[in-house]
């Protein structure tokens, strides 16, 4: 708790004439110039392939791989609902696997590949995971969605993988794709609509070749 | 179009588009990501800056100085406000302490300033910078210390919140049989997906606000008031809405700082509340204390129900009322309803998916099934025996307008192989797994409130509707196109459907169930008028056309829906006072069987069957969807949800996703659903009552009563977690 207590960073008298000329002209007059703390935003330069396309991006290094795409890349279907893992909306595709892209920085991706949720399929051109979601209806507020489904994807091939879960009951054996496979391996994707019986259903729909 | 008296047969009765099940026509670009919430329209504003929010780290006192200095010279910082430099804004709705501004904190995580900065890295990291000192106060933040000397609650019409009904005292003392037990429920959080979130645009005085919010209306008219302007130079614009379940109810500090600071910029600027604020710095659902007392004769008959609810707030109003379906649920001629309110110094308590309801249903419910124990009878049974006739208990003059929980309860019976539960706690053994079932009622009312819409004619055969109403995640967008498609004759696909915006016809807007049908009967309303302007224009009566497949007949000829070229109608529907004589409601029998581990006391549920009555089922797979979503939702409620209070600091503790235990996919292993085939003709022309608040309304009892009926473990304070009936788990055998 911070009650009755004061505390200040430490006062560095580090100063980057080019990084903080679009702030000074906005210190109010009253303020003390010229004691800025830490140092300025580094900037490093990122490639990414990003749904088949090769993306060169400027980024502070505090960028995340969430906020690279959604704010630098204007790909905003990956959902931001927490900023700290907890929540999986901001599941995408990192050369096939599931991540959390609020959980790496940007500047950990050098090279990689990322599939999002536009990166899969288009109103047009629904990729069949897509499909069954609407079929199932498999969301509600629609803010998980993309998450679930990049994530929903990612499971069918982890299972075919035989990569094993908590619920099996034989982990020497390939995992099945069954409903308590699909919920175990869901259960990072929060949706609070309470659309999981559904999502379930999407699943096996596309697992067993349908949708 | 004054709705004033029960709906006859109309065309919805022969309806084609309306009562399908059809996929969520927004389905498209929700599933591909495409559909924009707030926080990402890039698109309707250049130059946004980015504003991140400070919360207060002490829950009542006074700022005494703050210390932005390093703040304001920190990398790409543009702006930074801060409470003790604005003038306290206003109230608006449902606001209870003041969203920004002056030197008082009145509870935790109240936002105190906010940085403005070209990135989102460079605000979050200068806010960070920002010193705060405090001289903290005292507070009252124990509520279960505090409720004992709570005051009765005020009703609506301002007297204290006491009904009665015959004799409760003496009744309760002759029943022969009897329960006397005290139920905790505690705070909760709405934890919807999308934290509250604001992009504010200045245009000269005019401000626009793409924001999260469910209630378009009263946020206009609310934001005037915070600001201190004009609502008409306000505008609000809400297409896609990620979940609110209550929480986006009311403007909150996202909007209110993002346009402060947009002025202080003289830019545009962005704000997404973090999500470690939601819990403290939003509303949530208050904690309740509910006794009930209930007596009966050994045949089952209630003769005396007292239920009396405890719950605080901030402002000592607005708490949770755990009693609403009391009065309407079962029969008995003695009755007390009491509803007592705390002051505390927590955050803001306010409406959760159906406030009071949701958590008197844990009370109710579980009391039943305890009576039903003690006299040895079925809890169907029961509360079958104590269905009141055509009329509220104690109010001869007000019937229910059409009400099928017997049909909920039996039809469930059947259904969910209720033959096979044993009614001795304890005696099924699954392997390692305890298993029990349990049961339980559920009652929501059903309001139904004014509102408008705009339906045009594009002149080529396609129809555009456009209406403030929201859609949070509901199905707004889907029901509202198959009424217009219905009442037009144009397929689903001919109609486009704009929702949100406050430049449009004010909606009903969601919440409180009452969306669904308030939002049909205005489009309906306003297709109405836009069907006797056509007529208008091709000279023919258009009440007594056939609008049918894209073409009208009328005056034996028949005419293309495009001949009548581009029409724009407003219109909508207002509710008149014959519906007082009514009580509107929705029913459910709630069904769940769960297992508790015998050795570890883990406890899983296995299936839950919702049976609902909500009269017309407008679109059955997102009506499905709305209900197994709060049966989701109610068995947080009823196992793992709880904001805990630190009643040293007065804070809720657990206030992010890690901390906050919601159900998750593994949870909840299979659902089901069932809507009766009903019509409620006093609800509205579509004779269609809402069911997103039904869903949540006695699931929670219903685990509860399972998990008992699994171990013979009665535990009264939600959540049931294992900390509570480890200890008196059975004997291992």
Redesign the interface.
Known sequence: ?????????SRRTVI?AG??S??AT???AY????????K??MRVPVSLEVNGQAKKLEL?T??TLL?AL??HL???????????G??G?CTVLVNGERINSCLSLAVQHQGDKVT???G????DK?HAM?SA???H?G????????GQ?CSAVAVLDEIRAGIPSH?QLDVSEPPPLS??E???R???????????????AAMADVAGGGA | MEFNAPAGRNLFDASKVVGKST??I????????????A??R?DVVANQAYGYIVGS??AK?RIS?M?A??A????????VILATETKPVGKGMSNYAPLFGGSDIAHYHQAIACVVA?????AR?AAA?I??????SAGRFDFPKLAPEAPLAKDEEGKPDRQTVGDFDSAFAAAEVKIDATYTTPDES??????HATIAAWDGDKLTLWTSNQMINWGKESMGKILGMDPKNIRLDSP??????GGKLFIRADAVVAALAAKQ?KRPVKI?L???LMANNTTHRHATIQRLRIGAGRDGRITALAHENWSGNINGKEGENGTLQTPVLYAGANRLIANYIATLDLPEGNAMRAPGEAVGHLALEVAMDELAEKLGMDPIELRIRNEPKSTVPGKPEKRFSDRNLVRCLREGSTRFGWDRRKAKPGSVRDGQWLVGMGVAAGYRAAPANKSAARVRLDGNGGVIVETDMTD????SYTIIAQTAAETLGVPLEKVKVTLGDSDHPAAAGSGGQWGAASSTAGVYAACVTLRQKIGQTLGFDGDKAEFAGGKIKANGKSFDLAEAGKLSVDGGIEFGKFKDDYDVGTYAAHFAEVAVNAYTGEARIRRMLAVCDAGRILNP??A???V??????AAGAAMMEELVVDTR?GFFVNH???GYE??????????DVVFLDTLDPIISPLKAKGVGELGICGVGAAIANAMYNATGVRVREYPITLDKYFERMPMLT
Request: proline fraction near 9%.
């Open positions: 708790m911070a009650d009755n207590v004061k505390t200040g960073p980057a990084a903080v679009a702030a906005s210190i109010p303020a003390k110039p010229a004691q800025l703390p830490g300025p935003p502070d505090r960028t906020d959604r704010e204007k790909l905003t279907g990956t959902k931001k609902g927490c900023d700290h907890q929540c909306a999002t949720i536009e899969l399929g288009t109103p629904l897509q979601f609407i079929k209806d969301y509600q507020c629609g803010y998980c969605t993309p489904i619920v409903n308590m699909f919920r175990e869901m259960s990072g994707n929060i949706c609070r609509c309470g659309a999981y019986s559904n999502i379930a | 996929p969520r927004d389905g498209p670009l929700k599933t591909t990501g495409q559909a924009p919430y926080y990402e890039h780290a002490i006192g100085a210390d200095e390093a304001r010279a920190a990398p790409g910082v543009i702006a070209e990135t989102f890295e460079q990291s910078l010193r705060t000192s405090y001289d903290r709405h934890a919807m997906m999308e934290p896609y809405i990620g979940g609110g379940f910029a997404a973090q999500r470690p949070i995640g509901t199905g797979l997102s499905r969807s709305q197994i979503g709060a049966m989701v939702m600091f992010d996703l890690a919601v159900p998750v996919h593994a949870d909840i292993p299979a659902q």
